[in-house]
């Protein structure tokens, strides 16, 4: 019971703490009740120097062909996160500036996952097909698993959202909102890249 009254205490709290950010631009396309069916990030671009990291993150989830995609699949190699859904207009034009850095890094080096976080299988293998996708995407429509392993550091917050994973899976950067110029994820790429140079 304690418990349950201490959650209640934190999420009034959360509430009126969120209310007093007027200013912040998420909040506001909530308010205005557009009815696009989701928030769209600014294209804000955090990048974290590698002191500043935090921990390596780890997820898993069923992917649109379904197979199983684990994180740990990937390590050493920067890990591209593309949060999206069918729906989103900006994750369709961001869809093939993704596939262009896709087909042109070595997956000896980089890996490229995406997460669907509203679809179901046949939505978003339709929306591959369409949008000529071919990296591998987790459903998480149903039990939110792999947004929940990024709610810590950096939280996708917006859809379309992508976060980029050192080698040591850790949150190097977060492109919030539309990712507009693949020569923006490339740079990060390379940047990271050089690290272990």
């Known amino acids: 019971m304690k418990k349950k009254a201490l959650v209640a205490a934190l999420a009034v709290a959360s509430m009126l703490t969120l209310a007093g950010c007027a200013s912040d631009p998420l909040a506001d396309q909530f308010r205005e009740g557009s009815g696009k069916n989701y928030i769209a990030g600014d294209g804000t671009i ?7 990291r935090g921990e390596p993150i780890e997820f898993a989830g069923e992917t649109v062909d379904g197979e199983q995609y684990d994180s740990a699949d990937a ?82 917050a917006a859809v379309p959202t992508t976060i980029v994973l050192d080698q040591e899976g850790r949150v190097a950067a977060r492109i919030l909102g539309q990712l507009e110029e693949a020569s923006i994820l490339s740079s990060i790429i390379d940047d990271l890249l050089a690290e272990q140079a």
Not at 46 to 52: F, H, K, L, N, R
């Open 46 to 52: 955090s990048v974290y120097p590698a002191g500043e």
């Open 75 to 156: 390590a050493g190699q920067v890990q591209i996160v593309n949060f999206w859904y069918a729906g989103c207009a900006p994750c369709r034009v961001e869809a093939p500036i993704l596939e262009d850095v896709y087909s042109e890094v070595d997956p000896a080096d980089v890996s490229f996952v995406g997460v669907n976080v509203r679809d179901q299988a046949g939505t978003a293998a339709s929306f591959e097909d369409d949008y000529g996708v071919t990296y591998p995407s987790i459903l998480d429509v149903n039990e939110g698993e792999v947004q929940l392993a990024f709610a810590g550091r950096v939280p996708p």
